[in-house]
């Protein structure tokens, strides 16, 4: 009668025989089995290896991937190829192929994974230090590249170009001109270009495709120092500058209405004081007051005070122009600056707002005051035009009160 070939002994015998380096690992990280060839190929035997977590192999930037794996082995979906690094006994780091293999209990879960693993073979004419270097690049999240002296790409590599859908060396003789689409040697970044053959290095940013890349171009040299080309790399930032935009915007926006801050405005009030002294240009300056919003809070609750701060900032926006600024300047008051506007506009501007709020059909009616003043006619410096502003607000406020409306 035959024996019956257990599947632990099938394994065994496959463990002994295969020159690929071959092991199991639990869904913990612990090594359990351990192949002739997994010996060969890493320096440990399996004494010294088993029971140690499958960590010991690997490279510090390579314990992501792995946490990255154990993690979608217990849902039971991981990669099942990919090139990756192992680290040797000795502390080489080999470039290895890895296949991995779900190992199942009788009720179909998933206990442990087998993983196969065979070297690279290196290019001809790549030493070791080259080969790892290649390796080391194709999975930079940059995207590389390399010109002649006519811009004609001579190269190009790296995991950023995935973004685009390029491949490693798609590119190879085409011109960065052909390949932006642009023949205008000023415009950027084939100026750019044209520096680093000139001998000028450059950082900036570059918008193409709705994607924002920072570039650095360097002069690409021979041994012997003189300019062959160019050598360029670009790092995709738009995620960062998204982020970097929406911190800005929370740090100089009122959350609630969505306007400007008070510190934005005061800025841009400033700054447009400058350059009027400059360009002999008129702008105008509006501060609003929304009447009687502690009437509001008190007889119907802080949420409808929100939402009338929220419906005058919809109308002061629906009034003004693209190139204006509105902003919240506090509490119940407001603040608008008119670009390239006379006092005559801002006049115009507030009655425009009266009346928007007028006609609203939303309860409770909303009024404001409005006060005005204009550069250079009320003043030349921000206090001084916020003063005239303010006591026009003020007068009218009280104007207001005496005629039991809000006054334009």
Not at 1 to 20: G, Y
Not at 383 to 393: G, I, M, T, Y
Request: proline letters at 4%; a neutral charge; aromatic letters at 6%.
């Amino acid at each position: 009668m035959s024996p019956i070939l257990r599947p632990e002994h099938l394994l065994a015998a496959v463990l002994s025989s295969t020159e690929d380096g071959l092991l199991t690992f639990a869904l913990d990280g612990a090594i359990h089995t351990w192949s002739r060839g997994a010996e060969h190929l890493y320096g440990y035997s399996e004494a010294e290896i088993a029971g140690q977590p499958l960590a010991r192999l690997l490279p510090v930037s390579e314990a992501p991937t792995y946490e990255g794996l154990l993690r979608a082995a217990i849902k039971g979906e991981f990669p099942h190829c990919q090139n990756t690094e192992r680290l040797r006994k000795d502390g080489r780091v080999v470039r290895v192929a890895v296949n991995h293999l779900p190992i199942r209990n009788e009720s179909g879960e998933i206990t442990a994974i087998l993983e196969r693993a065979h070297t690279f073979s290196c290019p001809v004419g790549d030493t070791a230090p080259e080969a790892q270097l290649r390796f080391l690049a194709e999975q930079m999240p940059l995207a590389l590249w390399t010109t002649d002296q006519n811009l004609r790409i001579t190269s190009n590599w790296g995991a950023g170009l995935q973004a685009a859908r390029i491949q490693p060396g798609e590119l190879v003789g085409r011109s960065v001109f052909a390949y932006l689409k642009c023949q205008d040697p000023h415009s950027a970044p084939i100026a750019q270009h044209y520096d680093a053959l000139r001998g000028t290095s450059s950082r900036f940013e570059y918008k193409r495709n709705s994607r924002v890349l920072e570039i650095h171009l360097e002069p690409l040299r021979s041994e012997t120092g003189e300019i062959i080309g160019c050598i360029g790399a670009g790092l995709d930032i738009t995620e960062r500058k998204k982020s970097e935009e929406r911190i800005r915007h929370q740090a100089t926006h009122d959350a609630l209405t969505g306007l400007a801050n008070y510190r934005e405005f005061l800025d841009t009030l400033e700054q447009e004081v400058r350059r009027a002294e400059r360009s002999n240009r008129s702008f105008a300056v509006l501060l609003l007051d929304l009447d009687d919003l502690k009437r509001v809070n008190d007889r119907l609750g802080h949420l409808a005070g929100n939402r009338s701060l929220q419906r005058l900032a919809e109308v002061i926006k629906q009034q003004c122009r693209s190139t204006d600024l509105a902003a919240r300047y506090g509490g119940d008051e407001f603040a608008v600056l008119l670009l390239d506007a006379d006092s005559g506009m801002g006049r115009l501007t507030a009655g425009r707002v009266v009346s928007a709020l007028r006609n609203e059909q939303e309860e409770p009616a909303l009024t404001v005051s409005i006060g005005s003043s204009a550069y250079p006619d009320d003043g030349r410096t921000t206090q001084e035009l916020l003063e005239v502003a303010d006591q026009r607000l003020y007068q009218r406020k009280r104007t207001s009160r005496t005629n039991g409306t809000a006054a334009r």
